[in-house]
Nanobody, 122 residues
Framework: QVTLVQSGGGLAQAGGSLRLSCAAS????????SGWFRQAPGKEREFVGY????????AYADSVKGRFTISRDNVKNTVYLQMNSLKPEDTAVYYCAAGGYITTRPTLFAYWGQGTQVTVSS
């Protein structure tokens, strides 16, 4: 069983930066793929990026590639989403997730954080 607790987020201006954290309980967390997703009002939840537990490989959605970076600290059992060069269209509720598959599909992630609001003003 894994419990994910998110922190960070809030309000930023366009061009600014924010960092989200996702702290996990559960000794097997480092073996899981950790993903980040976001959901804007009236839209479906969309993939942002992931970092695999097996080899630390990362993948990102085209919309955030080059601006967002995912990293993990296995000692602290925490995954981070560093968001730079923020745009108003990045405004959404952001969720971290963990699961046994290396995938972009949210339905294949078994564990989810509570979500945190990110608002980017123009």
């Amino acid at each position: 069983q894994v419990t994910l607790v998110q922190s960070g987020g809030g309000l930023a201006q366009a061009g600014g930066s924010l960092r989200l954290s996702c702290a996990a309980s559960g000794r097997l967390f480092s073996r899981y793929t950790s993903g980040w997703f976001r959901q804007a009002p009236g839209k479906e939840r969309e993939f942002v990026g992931y970092i695999s537990g097996s080899d630390g490989r990362t993948a990102y959605a085209d919309s955030v590639k080059g601006r967002f970076t995912i990293s993990r600290d296995n000692v602290k059992n925490t995954v981070y989403l560093q968001m730079n060069s923020l745009k108003p269209e990045d405004t959404a509720v952001y969720y971290c997730a963990a699961g046994g598959y290396i995938t972009t599909r949210p339905t294949l992630f078994a564990y989810w954080g509570q979500g945190t609001q990110v608002t980017v003003s123009s």
